[in-house]
């Protein structure tokens, strides 16, 4: 009886592990932007603004007209209600797979940054936005 008990929870917990995984491999499929240029690092970085599109994605300014998309590899639940922003950075260059970010509510729940996209122009920004606020209805 116990070792049927115990064989039903480890299914139990193989196909709750399966599912995430599965969940895991779609969101990073539609977080995905072939139409964008993607880049490694931003050089020189420096906060100019920055806005929240959902919990796995923010828009930040570095320049004036220059904006990048990051994408974080988990979710910040209050990045939509942020004050600010926090991103690490090294001598002002932010790096994927190295660097996060961070809300100043709790600067101690980091999401390392997963992919950055560069964008090119305030159209570009906008179908952004709107394709992944489209996640959402799916």
């Not at 929870?9 to 599912?19: D, N, P, R, S, Y």
């Not at 779609?26 to 050089?43: G, H, K």
């Not at 994927?96 to 997963?114: A, E, L, N, R, Y």
């Given at each position: 009886m116990r070792l049927l008990k115990r064989v039903s929870?480890?299914?139990?917990?193989?196909?709750?592990?399966?599912?995430s995984s599965e969940a895991?491999?779609?969101?990073?499929?539609?977080?995905?932007?072939?139409?964008?240029?993607?880049?490694?690092?931003?050089?020189?970085f420096r906060i100019d603004g920055w806005e929240s599109i959902d919990r796995y994605s923010v828009i930040v300014n570095s320049r004036p007209r220059q904006s990048y998309l990051l994408i974080l590899s988990g979710g910040l639940t209050d990045l939509n209600f942020a004050q600010g922003l926090l991103v690490s950075s090294t001598l002002g260059k932010v790096e994927?797979?190295?660097?996060?970010?961070?809300?100043?509510?709790?600067?101690?729940?980091?999401?390392?940054?997963?992919r950055i996209y560069k964008l090119e122009n305030k159209q570009q920004k906008n179908a952004i936005k709107a394709k992944i606020e489209a996640f959402d209805d799916e």
């Open positions: 929870l480890l299914l139990i917990v193989l196909l709750a592990g399966c599912t895991s491999k779609e969101r990073a499929a539609m977080y995905t932007f072939p139409e964008l240029e993607q880049v490694n690092s931003i050089d020189n994927v797979g190295f660097d996060s970010v961070s809300t100043v509510q709790d600067p101690m729940m980091k999401s390392q940054i997963k």
